[in-house]
């Protein structure tokens, strides 16, 4: 997400300070159609099957994770605004399977805003009550230190109206959550919104079925885990880096494969947006593919610690030939506005240690500025 500083103005000709954030806490139809376009890729793949696999209907239940928080105007004045809500789970260990519903975002005026709605387990000590709120993610971890991010989604709006992306997916595996379920819904932006989840939860009841476990940093350990492919990046513009001027570079994130195992499904969702600059002038399209690349990370893809490169560069020209294309979501636009997509797909492709998954990010344009954000993570199965 983009973070506008306090007092910064979002008029095109005003002197913008962003932040430029990258969230791994761990994510149509609008108002009016000719600015906001959302789709749907969702791809099962029906001979998946996994020892262990959980499929009995009878240990199945739901939750509703249904809240909504509208910024008063004294909250809108602040750079962010995290609104917690809880949802009580049956007492012991269940396992995460998936979600169906959507998330919203609703804008008051044509200004860019923007959230990331999270789907967390906070699996001890007091459950946060509805509706409180803190100012960043270090507030939010620091008052509940077990809590544990599952999916994020990102949406974005340019516009006054509605930004809405459909959600329904169903994991081969499950993950551990025990004794709430919490929604965070976070905004940055620059005016009143509304955010809402109107996600159902699908869980487990049986604690004897496989499963990870989860530890700081939303890592997960021994079963199964949720590789943080996840990134954003800033064409159109520089405001330090992972953005660019020049709308012919890309940007990559790295993830590094630590142990054999099996990439079982890409989950999360993609938004690419116009914001707080001049928009392209007309048509544009972006570039989101995931890679896997066997035995090492490219060497002529330079990152920081964090995996990303902070340059932007050529780099789909540094993909190397045996590396295996996982996902290819290019999303259109034209002019102002938002094209995002609920992303789901199954991959069962074996991994072994030192293989890298590359996300990649690039735009065409005639010129203007996108604020291209992947929410997508990688189920991954470590090898018994």
């Known amino acids: 997400m983009l973070s506008k500083a306090r007092g910064g103005s979002s008029s095109a000709g005003s002197t913008l300070l962003f932040l430029f954030l990258a969230f791994q806490n761990t994510g149509v139809a609008g108002a009016a159609a000719q600015n906001t376009l959302a789709l749907g890729y969702n791809q099962n793949a029906a001979s998946l099957t996994l020892s262990g696999d959980i499929s009995e209907a009878a240990n199945r239940d739901t939750l509703d994770l249904h809240a909504s928080a509208t910024l008063t105007t004294e909250q809108v004045s602040q750079p962010e605004v995290i609104f917690l809500f809880s949802f009580p789970l049956p007492a012991g260990e269940q396992r995460f399977l998936g979600l169906k519903g959507n998330v ?73 959550i025990s004794d709430c379920m919490v929604v965070m819904l976070d905004w940055e932006g620059s005016s009143k919104v509304t955010m809402k989840s109107e996600l159902t939860m699908t869980y487990n009841t049986d604690s004897s079925s496989p499963a ?34 020049n709308d012919s570079l890309s940007f ?72 295996k294309h996982l996902l290819n979501l290019p999303l259109a636009g034209f002019q102002a506005m938002d094209a995002q997509t609920f992303v789901y797909q199954t991959a069962n492709v074996a991994v072994e240690k030192g293989d890298c998954l590359l996300t990649m990010f690039g735009l065409k344009a005639p010129k203007g500025g996108i604020d291209s954000e992947n929410q997508v993570k990688a189920l991954f199965l470590p090898a018994q």
């Open 104 to 176: 919203s975002l609703t804008s008051q005026k044509a200004l860019f805003n923007e959230s990331l709605d999270t789907v967390a387990t906070n699996t001890s000590g007091a459950c946060p009550p509805d509706g409180i709120t803190f100012p960043n993610y270090t507030a939010v971890y620091n008052a509940y230190p077990n809590l544990q991010p599952l999916q994020s989604f990102i949406l974005k709006n340019p516009d006054k109206g509605v930004s809405k992306v459909a959600i329904d997916y169903t994991m081969p595996v499950g993950l551990p």
């Open 212 to 245: 990870g476990m989860l530890l700081p940093g939303s890592a997960l350990l021994l079963a199964h885990y949720l590789l943080p492919t996840n990134q954003e990046f800033v064409f159109g513009i520089y405001i330090g880096p992972g953005s660019t001027k």
């Open 252 to 323: 990559v994130q790295e993830t590094k494969i630590t142990q054999p195992g099996t990439l079982l499904a890409l989950v999360g969702d993609i938004s690419d947006c116009t914001f707080s600059i001049p928009p392209p002038p007309g048509e544009w399209k972006t570039k989101n593919d995931i890679y896997l690349v066997p035995g090492h990370c490219p060497s002529d893809i330079h990152v920081n610690s964090g995996g990303w490169t902070p340059r932007g560069g050529h780099y789909y020209a540094d993909i190397p030939k045996n590396a």
